[in-house]
């Protein structure tokens, strides 16, 4: 028994008893660096330990070998007398990582020699190599998010940079008005959530105010759970605590996305059984770190979200200024076309754009069945394009309705576009200050469906594929003209656009494209496809499929060369009627008479198509009235204007004898017999409507006047104009033509 005062224990403990009841490794190493001892506690930490490690190396207890150099430099210090502290990353015999803090102090002999090491090690709360590891997973993150500005792609990479390496599950949730909408549910190890338990993406989630996300977004801060048994977490749904039950959900996070003050929607994290951890709890520094995480991801999905907003600006601009999505009914034409946009990529060191651009195609009703088509691309990208684009088509559209040659449309054009002159300029390249105007490059094509005679000209734009009977070929241009815009304003000369004309067989198919359809495709092996080489796979998978419809031919086109679009495509495929359309054509001669005649020839003609009574007669009324203008001013056409002249009278003879002969001396004095006119009348019968055409050599173009009310006349073109669905005159090689068009009813 124990007197008063003593100890209570015996003070020459062994050191056995105390090293083995700390709570942290010691190891003690002779001056070769090999284990002479080690407590416990050393193989709890390491997972190496014990009496078979007695002599062998420390670097054998499980040190990374990353770290092989640091410990080296830990023996020469504490050898020397010096203290080392510092961090490891030891691999434990079961395959984790753990980090170490580890304390070195010499071993002297009661001498005062260093005989050796005594390393005191615990695991590292926050080492500095852990805390490289995690802003390394920050850095990685930025990286990603800067390779992207498309929002899908940008929440995707986010994910998939989380999971599995600091979280088993990573869900985003963005604000959609007022509500939360799941954007992104990722989970580790190819697991997902069965039906009904988690929100799936697209799904509205609800949390109710005790959620640690309710919590977050309230806060404006990052929220952690660390350990979630310990606390009773309220969930969505009884749904959704179930499975997190069965999951083994051990801790959470979530921070709130915040950019420009706005609250955009929480970003959770989460940690479960689903994979082996270390440690499966988060704490303060995970929370920190996901904040700054989140600051990042919520100034990524705001750039992001105003790039697709950019980009929907200019696709609205882009699809509403080009025509709808079907194509007009036109008497001998089948057409198809399509546009596409490129995906946001970078594009040859401009930077990430757009990709919606100013390709443009059009498809214009003309006179008397007659059609324009015409495809065309402006140089650059973005709303600015797109809005050249625009007004481009509508200055397209206005100068078509003159009726002039193509080569005529087209010279009327770059001189408009030349006049494109904004305060800021035009164009994204560096050469702005010395081109302020667009470049644009365009073909204009007037089909004639009844005669199939093509005519067209070029201003620096692809040449169309022809496919004719299986075989594929370019239709080069003579003379392919500079792109629109090319001269600056000021410089004298004219560019001259060349018009040319072709007769297309039964059943010909025009393929129109822009350059994006061949340009920059790339391979598997990361090289590009030559103009070329896209253009001959262009060739084949036309060719092949020439047996189908133009929506078949449209999509084998753009899908003819692999690889994603480096530039906005449009396409226009044409194909001409197999069999030849109704018509009828008689000459007069510019007589009163003969309009009886043409009127007798019309009604007799559309009594052969099967027009009704009342059509018929309405249609002969406006006949007989264009015919009447046209022989009208046919007959009252001026002669020229001739002068009497005496030659001789006055010269340097004096005045002519008497004697000369009379006859001989003076002109012509009656009028001479004006040479004899005639016109044409044309009649033509399409599916919904029959077109009429007077042409005769007259160059003045009719306009309708106001009528007095005595007046015997003027009050024709005003019939034509109130009675018919279209009418209209176009000046021709030779002459004018007017025209009228009558809507067939069944």
Not at 79 to 91: D, I, P, Q, S
Not at 96 to 118: D, K
Not at 157 to 184: M, N, S, W
Not at 657 to 664: M, Q
Request: contains cysteine; aromatic residues 6%; proline residues 6%.
């Amino acid at each position: 028994m124990k007197r008063w005062g003593e100890p209570p224990v015996d003070p020459l403990l062994p050191p056995e008893t105390v090293l083995g009841q700390a709570d942290m490794a010691v190891i003690v190493c002779d001056r070769y660096s090999n284990v002479i001892y080690c407590n416990a506690f050393t193989e709890k930490l390491l997972g190496f330990g014990g009496s078979e490690y007695i002599g062998r190396s420390i670097l054998s207890l499980g040190i990374a070998e990353e770290d092989h150099d640091q410990a080296r430099d830990l023996a020469r210090h504490v050898l020397k007398g010096a203290v080392w502290e510092g961090t490891f990353c030891n691999l434990r015999a079961d395959g984790s990582t753990v980090y170490t803090r580890a304390y070195a102090v010499p071993l002297r002999h009661p001498s005062g020699a260093v005989e050796g090491i005594v390393i005191f090690a615990r695991e590292a709360l926050r080492s500095n190599q852990r805390d490289q590891d995690r802003y390394g997973l920050l850095e990685r993150i930025g990286e990603r998010l800067a390779a992207s500005l498309e929002l899908q792609q940008t929440l995707r990479r986010v994910a998939d940079t989380l999971v599995p390496q600091f979280a088993d599950h990573c869900f985003i949730d963005l604000y959609g008005g007022e509500k939360l909408i799941r954007r992104v549910s990722r989970h580790g190890g190819e697991w997902n959530p069965p039906p009904g338990t988690w929100a799936e993406v697209g799904e509205t989630v609800a949390y109710p105010p005790g959620h640690f996300c309710a919590k977050a977004l309230a806060r404006r801060d990052a929220v952690v759970v660390e350990d979630v048994v310990a606390e009773r977490m309220t969930a969505p749904s009884a749904a959704s605590k179930q499975l997190g039950d069965d999951l083994g959900i051990t801790s959470v996070i979530a921070a709130p996305l915040l950019a420009r003050g706005e609250v955009l929607g929480v970003m959770s994290l989460a940690l479960s059984s689903i994979s082996r951890r270390p440690d499966p709890h988060y704490d303060g520094f995970d929370r920190d770190l996901v904040g700054a995480i989140a600051s990042r991801v919520a100034l990524a999905i705001d750039n992001a979200m105003l790039f697709e907003e950019e980009r929907e600006t200019a696709l609205a601009f882009q699809k509403n200024l080009l025509p709808g999505d079907r194509p007009p009914h036109l008497d001998g034409l089948e057409i198809a076309w399509r546009y596409e946009p490129a995906r946001p990529l970078e594009s040859h060191g401009q930077g990430i754009q757009t990709q919606v651009g100013g390709d443009w195609y059009d498809v214009i009703p003309l006179s008397a069945g007659r059609v324009g088509l015409v495809i065309g691309d402006v140089e650059g990208r973005g709303a600015r394009a797109a809005a050249v684009m625009g007004q481009l088509r509508a200055a397209l559209r206005a100068f078509a309705q003159d009726d002039k040659p193509p080569a005529d449309i087209l010279m009327k054009l770059d001189e408009w576009v030349r006049t494109m002159v904004g305060p800021g300029g035009y164009g994204d390249t560096a050469d702005t200050a010395e081109r302020r105007h667009p470049l644009v490059s365009c073909t204009y094509f007037v089909y004639d469906a009844w005669s199939r005679i093509l005519s067209f000209a070029n201003a620096g734009h692809e040449p169309p594929l022809l496919l004719i009977d299986g075989e594929v070929i370019d239709m080069e241009a003579v003379g392919k003209g500079a792109m629109l815009g090319v001269r600056e304003p000021g410089l004298g000369g004219e560019i001259l656009y060349e018009e040319e004309t072709r007769e297309l067989p039964p059943g010909t198919t025009l393929v129109l494209y822009t350059d994006g359809l061949i340009e920059r495709r790339p391979k598997d092996d990361g090289e590009h496809y030559t103009r070329e080489q896209a253009r001959e796979m262009l060739r084949e998978s036309v060719r092949r499929a020439d047996r189908k419809d133009v929506e078949a031919i449209a999509n084998a086109a753009f899908e003819a060369v692999p690889g994603d679009i480096d530039d906005d495509v449009a396409i226009v495929v044409v194909r001409t009627n197999p069999v030849r359309l109704q018509v009828e054509q008689r000459t007069f001669q510019a007589e009163p008479i003969m309009v009886s005649e043409a009127r007798r020839m019309a009604a007799e003609t559309f009594a052969n198509w099967g027009m009704l009574d009342e059509q018929a007669e309405l249609a002969c009324l406006l006949v007989s009235e264009v015919v009447t203008n046209v022989v009208l001013h046919a007959a009252n056409t001026p002669a020229p204007r001739r002068e009497l002249v005496l030659e001789g009278a006055l010269g340097l003879d004096g005045p002519a004898g008497f004697d000369d002969p009379w006859d001989d001396k003076l002109p012509e004095l009656g009028r001479p017999e004006p040479p004899t006119k005639d016109f044409t009348l044309r009649l033509r019968r399409g599916e919904r409507s029959v077109w009429v055409e007077v042409l005769d050599k007259d160059m003045r173009l009719p306009r309708i006047r106001s009528a007095g009310e005595t007046d015997e006349g003027g009050r024709g073109l005003y019939l034509v104009d109130q009675l018919a669905a279209r009418w209209g005159s176009r000046p021709t090689n030779d002459g004018k033509a007017v025209w009228f068009e009558i809507p067939l009813k069944s």
